[in-house]
């Protein structure tokens, strides 16, 4: 999984890290639930995130033009957070090239070996889920374990 992780993320995408094209990216998929955009403590919810990471990240996103805040028409102490045209434009780019390559995949594994890793992909999700996360800060360490 890891190595997978590092394939697809190795490069900036104009000049935004992995980590902000996540969040643009999750913006862009839920703007249909929420036409004013979504809240900091929603995005922080749905990618499991601290509402300081996103806060931080939705910083670093405004002040590159690519995300943009608006008080919510609804409670003036709620913020909403929206993709700008130029956030659009590039998580348009991004989805494109992703169902590209999903399509290479595609027709690299062909139908059979395709089904297959999609009915284990959906195996590996859902034993992720309903298995416990443990909570690494808890765990007793005796010395003996090697960290590299």
């Known amino acids: 999984m890891r190595m997978l992780h590092k394939v697809q993320w190795q490069h900036t995408v104009e000049g935004n890290k992995p980590s902000e094209m996540t969040l643009m990216i999750c913006i862009r998929k839920h703007r249909h639930s929420n036409e004013q955009g979504l809240k900091v403590s929603e995005i922080g919810r ?7 990471t996103v806060t931080q990240l939705v910083n670093s996103l405004e002040a ?6 608006r008080a919510d028409s609804e409670d003036r102490r ?15 780019r991004v989805h494109a090239y992703m169902n590209e390559e999903l399509v290479k995949l595609v027709e690299y594994l062909g139908e059979e070996e395709s089904n297959q890793l999609c009915d284990l992909l959906l195996k590996v999700h ?19 374990e090697n960290l590299d």
């Open 78 to 92: 709620a913020v909403r957070i929206q993709l700008t045209e130029r956030g659009k434009k590039v998580t348009r």
């Open 126 to 144: 859902a034993y992720a889920l309903s298995s416990p996360r443990p909570d690494f800060d808890r765990l007793q360490m005796n010395g003996d």
């Open 46 to 52: 749905i990618l499991g995130w601290a509402a300081p």
């Open 64 to 69: 590159k033009g690519m995300v943009e805040r």
